[in-house]
């Protein structure tokens, strides 16, 4: 996969609530990773820029753009 960055679709749990939110990671980091869970949990890039309660996190989806 090329530079750039790719859409990644969160679905959390917030209280009983769902909620969605779309975040951008690397796209070189997919190739880095087997699971997207991994991605997210390890990639420095997406480690600096964004905060993810995993506690909270249901399902994480690429978006097709």
């Known amino acids: 996969?090329?530079?750039g960055t790719v859409?990644?679709?969160?679905l959390l749990v917030d209280d009983g609530e769902y909620?969605?939110?779309d975040i951008q990671v690397p796209a070189?980091?997919?190739d880095r990773y087997e699971r997207l869970i991994d991605l997210l949990?390890?990639?420095p890039e997406v480690l600096k820029t964004?905060?993810?309660d995993f506690a909270r996190l249901c399902t994480a989806q690429?978006?097709?753009s």
């Open 1 to 3: 996969m090329k530079g």
């Open 62 to 64: 690429l978006v097709e």
């Open 41 to 43: 949990q390890e990639e």
């Open 50 to 52: 964004t905060y993810i």
């Open 7 to 10: 859409g990644v679709r969160l």
């Open 19 to 21: 909620r969605t939110l």
């Open 28 to 30: 070189t980091a997919l």
